[in-house]
């Protein structure tokens, strides 16, 4: 989620919005990230997406600074367009994906731009008419929003423009517009009734997700953060570890990351791969960048080392 500072409009006209898309596409595709929903308001925009190799914070950055410069050069402004950095919050796919996707897309309606589904299907600022066929967006991924509401085409439109209309006339849902413990679990009267039972949940304000999502999530980055501390304080860096492991493998640094594919090249690969986010705390999408494969590669490999445990220590 992003805003216009002080809640000042940040698309003018069909232009702007238009060149918002094209940069925004080409910032998803180059990312390799998967866009489920979005919408484009006066002042806000909602982008619901599953990241990839250069993560969240790489696509964002390039995104609002080259529209932010374009913008201002346009029309003739200084300073800063958007309100402080953009808004974002982890969520639970299982739970969250299909009321996330309506949540988004019914933002005109309740806003009162459009008055009905109909409309909205022939409204070009929202995913909601790419889903349905009448936009065209090939950045953003129909296929899998749809496949949650039916195996062939035609049902589950079908079955998608009832969820639609049955989200329609529920108007606002603050459950869905952060993360934190209440709307985790759909409301007060839940919270309320886990309390009477004597129950407790982890909650944080940037996830939405159930208790054991929230845990796992905040372990996942207590963990990632030792790590780093940790080879912080050690003065180590990933050059060091590639040095180490070709040298220990019998490899070159420039085969290694030229993407050759011979045995002992995997092997180091692997080794390398579970050091640098075990030592270092590295993303995959950053060990990827440095041993010449791409970020699944690099996440498959961490995978098989970990159910074999047949890695470097």
């Known amino acids: 989620m992003v805003r216009g500072i002080n809640r000042s409009s940040i698309f003018e006209d069909e232009q702007d919005r238009v060149k918002f898309l094209e940069r925004l596409g080409g910032a998803i595709t180059a990312g390799q990230c998967t866009v489920y929903a979005w919408v484009l308001m006066s002042n806000h925009v909602h982008i ?86 009448k936009e065209k967006h090939t950045w953003m991924d129909t296929d899998y929003v749809m496949a949650q509401f039916g195996i062939t085409r035609r049902k589950a439109k079908e079955e998608y423009r009832k969820f639609m209309g049955e989200g329609a006339r529920q108007g606002h849902i603050k459950e869905l517009t952060g993360g934190g413990l209440i709307r985790s679990q759909g409301g007060w009267s839940q919270v309320l009734a886990m309390r009477r039972r004597g129950q407790k949940e982890e909650f944080d304000e940037r996830v939405l997700g159930g208790g054991d999502f929230v845990n796992n999530i905040l372990k996942e980055a207590e963990n990632r953060e030792l790590r780093q501390l940790k080879a912080k304080r050690s003065g180590k860096k990933i050059q060091e570890i590639l040095e180490e492991e070709c040298e220990e493998h019998g490899i070159s640094l420039p085969e290694l990351q030229g993407g050759s594919k011979r045995r002992k090249v995997s092997d180091a690969r692997v080794v390398i791969g579970v050091r640098c986010r075990e030592e270092l705390g590295l993303s995959a999408a950053e060990i990827a960048r440095h041993t010449g494969v791409n970020t699944s590669a690099i996440t498959r490999a961490i995978e098989r080392a970990e159910r074999h445990d047949k890695y470097h220590k």
């Open 48 to 133: 619901l997406f599953k990241s990839g190799k250069e993560g969240i914070s790489s696509v964002m950055r390039k995104l609002l600074t080259w529209y932010a410069q374009y913008y201002n050069r346009r029309h003739k402004r200084t300073g800063h367009l958007f309100e402080n950095r953009y808004k974002s919050i982890l969520c639970d796919e299982a739970t969250y994906l299909v009321a996330l996707v309506r949540y988004i897309h019914l933002n005109p309606m309740r806003a009162g731009i459009v008055k009905t589904i109909e409309e909205l299907d022939r409204y070009p600022w929202s995913g909601h008419g790419t889903i349905v066929g």
